[in-house]
């Protein structure tokens, strides 16, 4: 099993930043694909960012290219999301997941964490 807790949320106002941590415990953690997914109310869950097992490969969705940036560092069991420029729109609950594939483009990871709020506002 993979336990994950997400840290880091909280309130920033627009063209701020945040750093999101998610500390992984359990299973082998450097094997995994992480991803970060977020949920904003009344919409659905959506990968934010995701990165390959050695941090070879990433992606992103289009609305925060540029923006965030996804890392890993696999000594500390962590991976991190650097959030820059945040926006209202940033506003939802960001949850930490993780893949037993070494690097996969789906959405359906096998572990969860519970989330942590980031909310964007003036």
């Known amino acids: 099993q993979v336990q994950l807790e997400e840290s880091g949320g909280g309130l920033v106002q627009p063209g701020g930043s945040l750093r999101l941590s998610c500390a992984a415990s359990?299973?082998?953690?450097?094997?995994?694909?992480m991803g970060w997914f977020r949920q904003a109310p009344g919409k659905e869950r959506v990968r934010v960012a995701a990165i390959s097992w050695n941090g070879g490969l990433t992606h992103y969705t289009d609305s925060v290219k540029g923006r965030f940036t996804i890392s890993r560092d696999n000594a500390k069991n962590t991976v991190y999301l650097q959030m820059n420029s945040l926006k209202p729109e940033d506003t939802a609950v960001y949850i930490c997941a993780a893949s037993l594939a070494l690097w996969t483009i789906s959405s359906k990871y096998d572990y969860w964490g519970q989330g942590t709020q980031v909310t964007v506002s003036s």
């Open positions: 359990g299973r082998t953690f450097s094997r995994n694909t």
